[in-house]
Structures are given as structure tokens and as C-alpha cells.
Antibody
Framework: QVQLQESGPGLVKPSQTLSLTCTVSGGSISSGGYYWSWIRQHPGKGLEWIGYIYYSGSTYYNPSLKSRVTISVDTSKNQFSLKLSSVTAADTAVYYC???????????WGQGTLVTVSS | QSVLTQPPSVSAAPGQKVTISCSGSSSNIGNNYVSWYQQLPGTAPKLLIYDNNKRPSGIPDRFSGSKSGTSATLGITGLQTGDEADYYCGTWDSSLSASVVFGGGTKLTVL
């Protein structure tokens, strides 16, 4: 059973960079066949796809966030990470890491972590 | 404004059937598989339906999916109070700004 766990600061100051890491257990990122995703959910709102990465390092980003987002992978640690720069209060959300089988079929999700942007 | 359009809410009595629609375009639903997710209060979303109409292991056959043209539908029969949740459709959008897109979500109330 694949499990994903997000970790990182729950509070980030405006204009700084939000950094989160997702640790995968029960499966190897380097085995291929899946895309490792970040998705967020603003309080009381719907799901917003941020982007995903393949084990090889190929990335796909939401065009509306692309200029501020970097997703990277560390196969030696079986982790992937999210960096979102120049954050504002509008980036306050629950951030989920997840596994995508292909093109939006997201079969495993982390529990989510709330990140608040505030001074 | 979500790329895929869902009704904000639906409701039905226990034991009844409900359908939730998801409308898109040729660049997303029209040419890609649709997935459906259930999000119970305070929890992460869970995959209910993938490839338009397939159920992952462990999902009861009370849940079904279909697609026609640029629209998809989630059906739930034999409604239970435990089905009260938010439901989201999702797919790939293969326009110039290729990305995964979701509907705005539908709140199901079991009266």
C-alpha cells in the first residue's frame, strides 16, 4: 500500500518561499510509471492542481502558477518536493502530495498539510 | 472559475439515487479520461472512478461513471448518510496550457 506524507512549515511569511516535501513509502518513485503531484485546496474551496514530476525529472506545471513553482525529486530518499516563491495570503491552503497514474487519475493522496501565509 | 463545471450541490433521501454532472470541452473531457473523487469532511480526496467508468478495488458498485461527448456523470445508488461529501471530477486538459483540471466540486447532502 503506497503512502504519502507531506512535511514542511505550517506558517510562511509573505514574499518568502513555501517549501514542502512529500515522503513516499510502500512504493519506489524510481520504478517509474507514475507522476508525483502537488495539489492544493484553498479553505472551503475546490481542488487546484499545482503540477507533477516524473522520476526522470520531467515536470508539468499549472500555467497560472508556473512562474513561481518548482517541483523536484530525490529518488535516493524516495521524496519529491514543492517550492512556491513570492507567496501571498492567496497561497494559504491545504497542500496535498499525491500519485497520478496518468493525466489526472490520482490514486493515492497524502493527508494534506495546511500552510498559512501571514506575517 | 473552474475549467470543468459541476452543480454546487445536490441532495436526495437515503436509499435513493443521485447523479452529478461534469461539463467540459473538447480539449479536456471530450478527448481524455475522466476521474471522480470523494472528499469526506476533513479528509483527503479519494479516487472513486477512473477512465470514465472504472472503479478501483474496494469501491462499491453503488458508484458508477459515464461519459458522453464533453460531459461526464457520476451516479450513486442506494444513498447512505456516509455518502455525504464533496465530489470532484477531474481530467487532463490537452490545450496549449496542458494541465490536470478539476471541477469546482459538488456537495452531496443525504436528507
Amino acid at each position: 500500500q503506497v503512502q504519502l506524507q507531506e512535511s514542511g512549515p505550517g506558517l510562511v511569511k509573505p514574499s518568502q518561499t513555501l517549501s514542502l516535501t512529500c515522503t513516499v513509502s510502500g512504493g519506489s518513485i524510481s520504478s517509474g510509471g507514475y507522476y508525483w503531484s502537488w495539489i492544493r485546496q484553498h479553505p472551503g474551496k475546490g481542488l487546484e492542481w499545482i503540477g507533477y514530476i516524473y522520476y526522470s525529472g520531467s515536470t508539468y506545471y499549472n500555467p497560472s502558477l508556473k512562474s513561481r513553482v518548482t517541483i523536484s525529486v530525490d529518488t535516493s530518499k524516495n521524496q519529491f518536493s514543492l517550492k512556491l516563491s513570492s507567496v501571498t495570503a492567496a497561497d494559504t491552503a491545504v497542500y496535498y502530495c499525491a500519485r497520478d497514474q496518468a493525466a489526472g487519475t490520482i490514486d493515492y493522496w497524502g493527508q494534506g498539510t495546511l500552510v498559512t501565509v501571514s506575517s | 472559475q473552474s475549467v470543468l463545471t459541476q452543480p454546487p450541490s445536490v441532495s436526495a433521501a437515503p436509499g435513493q439515487k443521485v447523479t452529478i454532472s461534469c461539463s467540459g470541452s473538447s480539449s479536456n473531457i471530450g478527448n481524455n479520461y475522466v476521474s471522480w473523487y470523494q472528499q469526506l469532511p476533513g479528509t483527503a480526496p479519494k479516487l472513486l472512478i477512473y477512465d470514465n467508468n472504472k472503479r478501483p478495488s474496494g469501491i462499491p458498485d453503488r458508484f458508477s461513471g459515464s461519459k458522453s461527448g464533453t460531459s461526464a456523470t457520476l451516479g450513486i445508488t442506494g444513498l447512505q448518510t456516509g455518502d455525504e461529501a464533496d465530489y470532484y471530477c477531474g481530467t487532463w486538459d490537452s490545450s496549449l496550457s496542458a494541465s490536470v483540471v478539476f471541477g469546482g466540486g459538488t456537495k452531496l447532502t443525504v436528507l
